[in-house]
């Protein structure tokens, strides 16, 4: 068990929809990260926030949306959903902003039809 | 093209043998984690590293920065290794805006 937790673990929904993600990361720590794993892309990196502030971002979408809020846990909101963004949705946490180890969640499976 | 190369795409070995999935990369970078993720999706961070070589049980990791390349070893292969194991790396930034290769799917015979 790393210590974060993901809900919810399945969820199914139809196109144009929107749904949220969350996460609560290991108690203590600062960063939360979202990644997202499709069969084509393989796993990559959406966005990072630290101690509530966004930190970093990559491939993310302007259709979704992220933040972290004062307890430190975290909700990735997809909107206007297409049949591409079904995908395993990763939360992972460290206790700083860049270094150390990360610990994963098991992640929210997410399809859309 | 991926920043990051790993192979074997895929992997199927004996119960006990020595196996070494590799990993090479193009950019700087200030880390390289190995992952494993089991067929139920979760993924496990095995190793991070900067420099050298670190040893788990099992499984060792080895990393060379001048040649951009590290490789997974795990000795005495069980089936519950079976995984796909990933190598994701860190730019010099310090973020966690980690680079992905495709992974090692390693499935372990009895």
């Known amino acids: 068990d790393s210590g974060v937790t993901q809900t919810p673990k399945h969820l199914i929904t139809a196109t144009g929809q929107r749904v949220t993600l969350r996460c609560s990361p290991r108690?203590?720590?600062?960063?939360v990260y979202w990644y997202q794993q499709s069969l084509d892309q393989g796993l990559q990196f959406l966005i990072q926030?630290?101690?509530?502030?966004?930190?970093a971002k990559g491939n993310i979408l302007e259709r979704f949306s992220a933040q972290q809020f004062p307890d430190l846990h975290s909700e990735l909101n997809l909107s206007s959903l297409e049949l591409g963004d079904s995908a395993l949705y990763f939360c992972?946490?460290?206790?700083?902003?860049?270094?150390?180890?990360?610990?994963f969640g098991e992640g929210s499976r997410l399809t859309v039809l | 093209k991926n920043e990051v190369e790993q192979s074997p795409q895929n992997l199927t070995a004996q119960e006990g043998e020595f196996i070494t999935i590799n990993c090479s990369y193009s950019?700087?970078?200030?880390?390289l984690h190995w992952l494993q993720q089991h067929p139920g999706g979760g993924i496990v961070s095995l190793f991070m590293?900067?420099?050298g070589k670190k040893k788990h049980g099992r499984l060792i990791a080895t990393i060379n920065i001048q040649e951009k390349h590290s490789s997974l070893h795990i000795t005495a292969s069980h089936p519950r290794d079976s995984a796909v194991y990933i190598c994701?790396?860190?730019?010099?930034?310090?973020?966690?805006?980690?680079?992905f290769g495709k992974g090692t799917k390693l499935s372990v015979i009895p």
């Open positions: 992972a946490s460290s206790a700083t902003r860049g270094a150390g180890e990360l610990f």
């Open positions: 108690s203590g720590d600062l960063s």
């Open positions: 926030y630290y101690n509530g502030e966004e930190r």
């Open positions: 950019v700087g970078i200030s880390a």
């Open positions: 590293l900067s420099s």
């Open positions: 994701a790396v860190r730019g010099r930034a310090g973020s966690y805006q980690l680079t």
